[in-house]
């Protein structure tokens, strides 16, 4: 079992930046068999969509909205994940939920963050 709690959404102008953040808890065995993390949004009356994934090699993904503007990371120890959203864009508000897949197979969703872009 994995417990995902979002946070640092807001309101923002455009072209401004955020950085959500994503902590995981959970046992250990569950936390170390984190096999990718990643972001998704849904916007209002928009269907839910894949943001970036970072597995566990480093590996990183993103949609091709926001490439170039959003960094997905994560610590060393495996159980914080960090979203840095750099020119933000009135498109980008909606609901980031953080999301995460084990390598049993079983997959975790957040309570999702807020995101406001808007002058």
């Known amino acids: 079992q994995v417990q995902l709690v979002e946070s640092g959404g807001g309101l923002v102008q455009p072209g401004g930046s955020l950085r959500l953040s994503c902590a995981a808890s959970?046992?250990?065995?569950?936390?170390?068999?984190?096999?990718?993390m990643g972001w998704y949004r849904q916007a209002p009356g928009k269907q839910r969509e894949w943001v970036a994934s970072?597995?566990?090699?480093?590996?990183?993904t993103y949609t091709d909205s926001v490439k170039g503007r959003f960094t997905v990371s994560r610590d060393n120890a495996g159980n914080l994940m960090n979203l840095q959203m750099n020119n933000l864009e009135p498109e980008d508000t909606a609901v980031y939920y953080c999301?995460?897949?084990?390598?049993?197979?079983?997959?975790?969703r957040g309570q999702g963050t807020q995101v406001t872009v808007s002058s």
């Open positions: 999301r995460v897949s084990l390598t049993t197979g079983d997959t975790y």
């Open positions: 959970g046992n250990s065995g569950s936390i170390t068999s984190i096999g990718v």
């Open positions: 970072i597995f566990s090699t480093g590996f990183t």
